[in-house]
């Protein structure tokens, strides 16, 4: 069975590694909770995290509630302790890992666990602010600060107050917000566009990046004191390619999660595939490997792995919610013909409406869809000349 989210009691007190800047356990405090055959696992967002007299619930409490794959590779387990402890602590924490790997899920991890797990997560995608917004949209704003205010506007760090924020590609955060984004973290302060006076804000901060903050600031592309003041606890997940024993994990969470959604049979693949797939180095990691099994669930064919030509799986196409195998790719080979999930859909409601000679409602029974939801697809795509 899959490794899926629960949630710990304790976790080792931890230290910075000076090689390589993660945590290592060195003062053993309460063990931490694990499943019998020693798997570590978190539980989803949501749903009710107290037990009577309003101690945390042990771990086996939430398999049932789980929603997504951890893993069982031993520096999963150890940033895990980790998150559990800073979550405690209540401490700023940096979580690095390359493009996939699931570092927002680890900042929610903490959000849960801890005692903010009843106050607001906002996430924050920097990469996406603008100078000449950020401020505003993070510290807020007094009425007519600027042309437009037109009332008072709390900003993130406000709104999010007794909670968690998620810095998401922290690394990409203008310049000019890096100095304000210092003092916040110093002060526990920040002052909204207009005003003159700062006001307090309680709010435990997580960042998330795929870069090399340190080699970043050594280059003058990053402030360096913003940078140790964020990696108060650094955590460095590994990529998918250093925990191949994970991936079968993975592979039976997604296809029984996209077998429901797609309401298609579950993928079981072969000890080939299994080793094939297990073998690939995954360059977007746990991202790309869903984004595989989903296409081929879309496309109704038996998942591959990218850029393969020729062997390496079946390519006899999976059975359809309504019995049919008919439905490939425009390849005719069973690969996928192209990897924008948008265009996957459309050639999917091209073909069902193909084979049913433009019958809307038959379509959409082979695509596992109400009729309602087809049509509400063929407008999006500007097409709605089928038959009802």
């Not at 794959?69 to 980790?82: D, H």
């Not at 917004?133 to 009425?143: D, R």
């Not at 390849?331 to 809307?360: C, F, M, N, S």
């Amino acid at each position: 069975m899959p490794l899926r989210p629960s949630s710990y009691r304790s976790a080792d007190t931890a230290s910075r590694n000076p090689q390589g800047g993660s945590l290592d356990p060195v003062i053993r405090a309460e063990a931490v909770a694990e499943e019998p055959d020693g798997k570590v696992a978190v539980a989803k967002d949501g749903g009710d995290d107290k037990a009577a007299g309003g101690a945390k619930k042990p771990v086996g409490d939430y398999a049932a509630q789980a929603n997504w794959v951890l893993g069982n590779n031993p520096t999963m387990r150890r940033i895990a302790r980790s998150i559990q402890r800073a979550a405690e602590v209540e401490c700023t924490v940096l979580v690095c890992g390359e493009t996939g790997t699931g570092k927002e899920l680890w900042a929610r991890l903490l959000h849960r666990s801890g005692p903010r797990s009843d106050k607001a997560f906002i996430p924050v995608n920097c990469a996406a602010l603008t100078p000449a917004l950020a401020e505003s949209q993070l510290f807020g704003h007094e009425k007519g600060a600027f042309t437009g205010a037109q009332g008072k506007s709390l900003g993130i760090f406000r709104a999010a107050q007794g909670g968690v924020v998620f810095l998401d590609e922290i690394g990409e955060m203008p310049m000019e917000l890096q100095a304000k984004m210092l003092r916040l973290l110093q002060q526990r302060e920040v002052m909204p566009v207009g005003s003159t006076e700062p006001v307090h804000v309680d709010v435990q901060v997580v960042a998330a990046t795929n870069r090399n903050l340190e080699e970043e600031a050594e280059k003058g592309n990053f402030r360096e004191d913003l940078y140790y003041r964020l990696n108060m606890i650094e955590l460095r997940v590994p990529p998918l390619r250093e925990r191949p024993d994970d991936i079968p994990e993975f592979i039976a969470f997604f296809a029984q999660q996209f077998s429901e959604r797609y309401r298609m049979p579950v993928w079981e693949p072969t000890q080939e595939e299994l080793d094939a797939f297990c073998a690939f180095p995954w360059p977007g990691n746990v991202r790309q490997l869903g984004h595989v099994i989903e296409q081929a669930y879309v496309l109704q064919i038996t998942p591959e792995l990218p850029l393969q030509r020729g062997g390496g799986g079946s390519q006899q196409p999976a059975a359809t919610a309504g019995g049919s195998a008919a439905a490939v790719s425009a390849a005719g080979d069973g690969r996928v013909p192209y990897l924008d999930l948008a265009k996957l859909r459309r050639q999917a409601i091209k073909q069902a409406l193909e084979e049913t000679r433009g019958h809307k409602s038959k379509a959409a029974k082979l695509l596992g869809v109400h009729a309602n939801t087809l049509t509400r697809m063929l407008r999006e795509d500007g097409d709605e000349d089928a038959k009802g």
